[in-house]
Each structure stands twice: as structure tokens, then as C-alpha cells.
């Protein structure tokens, strides 16, 4: 089945500093990734989607300039995290679709817990 | 808009069946899906079932969707430890490119 890769699993940083998380489809090109959050003991919320070759479109509430996406080639989506604090703390995942069309499962990857101290 | 519910949290003895139930809002949505999470991990899709069947069955999960009643359920026949995790439900809406997740469900398997 489809496999989506993310990098690193768990990062700590300091205050004020970026962090980059990876997200790579391993076995299939993603021309559309998504970006989720997920706060303690609570769902996941969207945060973006990320387009390859185009910019990304984020939810309303998410600031781009915080959470900046880039999707370079077919199998890769970024996510810096710029500037972090704490309240940036969280599980971040990221999910692909296996073909374009919208009748496929989305598929998520690993999940990156960040630590802003 | 979207809005998807759960029931928060799921006890069952290890070999009875566990049902976990879920509501969702949007008429308009294609797919419903369940994911697992167990602790620290990403999420594992369990199974899918498009808006216009009634049930699925794949092993020991039955999925179950009534449209009229907005209403879905998942069921897992013969319930073992490894089961223990969160069961989230979510609906495809915008035909189906965003997923609206439901705040989750703990299950809980007692040997």
C-alpha cells in the first residue's frame, strides 16, 4: 500500500528558532499533500494543502508566515515552523492521496512531535 | 459547516465485538473513513466506505453507514488487546479532498 514517510519523528527546539519537517510519499507521486495538527488529546485539524508547484492553501486561522510549506517535486512537502514558541508545541502530520482523484484514501504519514522550549 | 462526533471513549472485554459510532453533518460527503492511533503514532487507515453503500466488511471490521441518519459505525468482531488505541472517524468533504476529523475514540481492551 501506499506509504507516506515523515521526518524527523520528534524534534526539541528553542524558542525563536525554525524547525523543518519532511514529508515524502515513498511509493507514489503526491501532487497534493496535507498538513494536519493535532493538539493533545484532541483531532486533528487542517492546516494546509500543499501543492506541488504552486503555493500552498491554508485554512483560515493558520498563519502562512508561521507555517511555511513548500512542495518541491512530486514527492516532497515541507513544513518550517518559523520563529517557534511554545504554543507552537504539537503533532504534525502529514497525509497524501495515491492518485488525484478525490475517490482515493488519504493515507498519513508517522506524525512529527515538536517540542518548542 | 462540517462537524463530525464521536463518542469519547470505548471498555470491552478481550473476544466480545466493540462497536464505535460516530455522526457527521455534511450530506454532501463522498468517502467516511476510519483511522487508528495508538500512542505516539501517526494514523493507520482502517478502512473506507463510499457514501452510497450501506456496509463493508473487511475481516473482523464492519463498517456500517446509514445516510439518511448521517450515522456510521465501526465494528470489531472478536475485540484482542492490540486493538487498544484511538479510533477516529472522518468524512471527505469538497468531494472528499479535506477530511473532517471526529475528536476520537478510546478503546479500551480488557483481558
Known amino acids: 500500500g501506499a506509504v507516506v514517510s515523515q521526518h524527523p519523528s520528534w524534534v526539541i527546539c528553542k524558542s525563536g528558532t525554525s524547525v523543518k519537517i519532511e514529508c515524502r510519499s515513498l511509493d507514489f507521486q503526491a501532487t497534493t499533500m496535507f498538513w494536519y495538527r493535532q493538539f493533545p488529546k484532541q483531532s486533528l485539524m487542517l492546516m494546509a494543502t500543499s501543492n506541488e508547484g504552486s503555493k500552498a492553501t491554508y485554512e483560515q486561522g493558520v498563519e502562512k508566515d508561521k507555517f511555511l510549506i513548500n512542495h518541491a517535486s512530486l514527492t516532497l512537502s515541507t513544513l518550517t515552523v518559523t520563529s517557534a514558541h511554545p504554543e507552537d508545541s504539537s503533532f504534525y502530520i502529514c497525509?497524501?492521496?495515491?492518485?488525484?482523484?478525490?475517490?482515493?484514501?488519504?493515507?498519513f504519514g508517522n506524525g512529527t512531535r515538536l517540542t518548542v522550549t | 459547516g462540517e462537524d463530525v462526533e464521536q463518542s469519547l471513549f470505548l471498555s470491552v472485554r478481550e473476544g466480545d465485538s466493540s462497536v464505535i459510532n460516530c455522526t457527521y453533518t455534511d450530506s454532501s460527503s463522498t468517502y467516511l473513513y476510519w483511522y487508528k492511533q495508538e500512542p505516539g503514532a501517526g494514523l493507520q487507515l482502517l478502512t473506507y466506505?463510499?457514501?452510497?453503500?450501506d456496509m463493508k466488511q473487511d475481516q473482523r471490521l464492519t463498517v456500517l453507514l446509514n445516510k439518511k441518519d448521517k450515522h456510521l459505525s465501526l465494528r470489531i468482531a472478536d475485540t484482542q488487546t492490540g486493538d487498544s488505541a484511538i479510533y477516529f472517524c472522518a468524512e471527505g468533504v469538497f468531494y472528499g479532498n479535506k477530511l473532517v476529523f471526529g475528536a476520537g475514540t478510546i478503546l479500551r481492551v480488557k483481558s
Open positions: 497525509s497524501a492521496r495515491e492518485d488525484i482523484s478525490y475517490n482515493s484514501p488519504l493515507h
Open positions: 466506505i463510499f457514501s452510497n453503500m
